[in-house]
């Protein structure tokens, strides 16, 4: 089973440069969440999707944007990269109802330089 | 979503129980209490969740204290491989969007 896969797991960026991190899930999940991880902190929640073409902020979305087109993808976008988002990201996905756990996968770890 | 307290780390001795307390004093009557745990570099893995009453899978037990202000993870026999940050979360049942939010957790160092 993949589970959640996120691509890639390592870049580096320039000031200003933009990227796509991408996430995907096997798991029919209806909800998917974007999260970052600073250095000895928990994780904050960036955005997230309830479904296909519904997407909301959480925690700190500022500098991020996100798009939902298919119930397995859910990308997040950085138009202009600033060192602030050095950080890993973790991407998860959990069923619809209920209590149901959410499922992370293994993260990008980016640098802004 | 109510607030938890953990300790930022405890020691353990491999093949003892390791026991990890949670205080989530403001908890409301619809709100369960979740378990993740982070191996280094990893992602968050879920271990076990509970609302009121004590809760055992092939993981961890939970024990959840009878005014529910209170939880502890027990790890029957901690190995090497248990070391990890690990997260208390409180978290409302049927909430519309599944949100989870991370606190920084207590590290647990497994010791041979």
């Known amino acids: 089973n993949a589970g959640v896969t996120q691509t890639p797991k390592f870049r580096i960026l320039k000031i200003g440069q933009s990227m796509t991190l991408q996430c995907a899930q096997d798991m029919n999940h209806n909800y998917m969440y974007w999260y970052r991880q600073d250095p000895g902190m928990g994780l904050k929640l960036i955005y997230y999707s309830v479904g296909a073409g519904i997407t909301d902020k959480g925690e700190v979305p500022n500098g991020y944007n996100v798009s939902r087109s298919t119930t397995e993808d859910f990308p997040l976008r950085l138009e202009l990269a600033a060192p602030s988002q050095t950080s890993v990201y973790f991407c998860?996905?959990?069923?619809?109802?209920?209590?149901?756990?959410?499922?992370f996968g293994d993260g990008t770890r980016l640098s802004i330089l | 979503d109510a607030k938890t307290t953990q300790p930022p780390s405890m020691d353990c001795a491999e093949g003892r129980a390791a026991n990890l307390p949670c205080n989530h004093s403001t908890i409301s009557g619809n709100e369960y209490v979740y378990w993740y745990r982070q191996i280094h570099s990893q992602g968050p893995q879920y271990i076990i969740h509970?609302?009121?009453n004590n809760e055992t899978n092939e993981m961890a037990s939970l024990i959840i204290t009878e005014d529910r202000k209170s939880s502890t993870l027990i790890l029957p026999h901690a190995t090497l491989r248990d070391t990890a940050v690990y997260y208390c979360i409180v978290r409302e049942y049927g909430g519309a969007t599944n949100k989870l939010i991370f606190g920084t957790g207590t590290l647990l160092a497994v010791q041979p």
């Open positions: 998860a996905s959990s069923l619809t109802t209920g209590n149901q756990p959410q499922h």
């Open positions: 509970g609302l009121k």
